[in-house]
């Protein structure tokens, strides 16, 4: 009999056990499992959304303020170079020899194999022993018809120096300009057609900054616009002086050309930032300039978020263009409304928010 009360008594006592657990996990949560916690944002009214400052880095290389592209006006074959960076070079010095490599076994008086150098030599020196001859007649022999014959040779000995000289100028290459080699595009050996760029020289004596912007940007600067140069830590003030009006093949993108405002000791060559302040306007009055961040664009709608009574509150937007990184919208809002600029992805309407 004792063991029979025993086993009823565990059995209840298990039974209870199981009762009590089931109510415990079956227990609403207390209200506070049920609060939001308010997700913080940032805020811009919508009057100060008329106006979007906006600063852009480009990098920006170090160039002479004057600066000429050597290039080449012959085809052929480099047979010598005296072209390396960082070198500086005065006017009318050798940079590179063009020839043409086994067109001959022998080179020419002007040390060239090229056939056309050797043949223009050659015109000239006939032309040189006509006007010698045309010379000797005359004076054997004065006459209209000798003095004549004299003259004539002298032009042709004139005209097959000046063939000879300009097919020289076309093969051994010299600096247009003294300052210092910026650009190395050839080497001894290299087979290069007319036209192709050899060397670029920089006048060292003057400066100039040169990057590359969207077209985009091109509306809101001009000749005379500040521009901060970054280097390292230090800042140099410059004004735009040259805007390309044609992009670039590759890139798309326009060259624009800044002056320090004092002079600079920055190395020709080297890569630094350019930065440019813009201001973009809203061209409508009830138009905003917003950061495409802010902006929910959907399917069927296009929203924003502003803040009304601590919370997130919904408004359709009206999407007029989108320029970069920001966008001009529609929106009726009063001046003082508060637009929610970043901390936006996470929210809903009615989402509870704090401001920063």
Do not use: H
């Not at 000797?136 to 032009?155: E, F, P, Q, R």
């Not at 080297?270 to 917003?290: H, P």
Request: charged share 20%; aromatic share 6%; proline share 3%.
């Amino acid at each position: 009999m004792k063991k029979i009360i025993f086993a009823l008594a565990i059995i209840a006592l298990i039974l209870g056990g199981a009762i009590f657990i089931r109510q415990r996990n079956n227990k609403p949560e207390s209200s506070n499992s049920n609060s939001f916690q308010p997700i913080k944002v940032s805020i811009k009214t919508a009057e100060e959304s008329k106006l979007f400052v906006q600063k852009i880095e480009y990098p920006a290389i170090v160039s002479g303020e004057s600066e000429a592209m050597v290039n080449a006006k012959s085809s052929g074959t480099i047979t010598a170079v005296n072209i390396s960076i960082g070198n500086f070079v005065n006017a009318g010095q050798f940079l590179a020899k063009i020839d043409e490599i086994g067109a001959n076994l022998s080179s020419g008086k002007n040390n060239f194999e090229s056939s056309q150098i050797q043949t223009l030599e050659l015109a000239l020196k006939q032309a040189k022993e006509n006007e010698s001859l045309a010379k000797k007649n005359y004076k054997n022999g004065k006459s209209d018809t000798t003095k004549t014959a004299w003259d004539i040779a002298k032009l042709q000995t004139k005209s097959a120096e000046v063939a000879l000289s300009g097919a020289l100028d076309s093969r051994n290459i010299i600096a247009p300009i003294s300052g210092r080699i910026t650009e190395k595009y050839v080497s001894v050996g290299d087979s290069i057609n007319i036209g192709q760029p050899l060397a670029k020289i920089s006048n060292i004596n003057s400066t100039k900054f040169q990057f590359y912007v969207d077209q985009e940007i091109l509306p809101y600067i001009k000749i005379g616009y500040p521009v901060n140069i970054k280097e390292g830590e230090k800042i140099i003030p410059c004004r735009i002086k040259n805007i390309s009006p044609i992009a670039d093949d590759t890139t798309k993108r326009f060259l624009i050309e800044a002056t320090a405002n004092e002079k600079t000791t920055s190395l020709i060559g080297t890569i630094l930032s350019a930065e440019i302040e813009i201001t973009k306007k809203s061209s409508k009055g009830n138009s905003l300039i917003l950061p495409i961040s802010a902006i929910t664009i959907g399917q069927n709608e296009n929203y924003i978020f502003i803040v009304e009574n601590d919370k997130a509150k919904k408004i359709n937007v009206n999407i007029l263009k989108i320029s970069g990184e920001t966008a001009e919208i529609e929106a009726d809002l009063p001046s003082d409304s508060q637009i929610i600029i970043s901390g936006n992805k996470l929210l809903g309407d009615q989402t509870p928010v704090e401001t920063n």
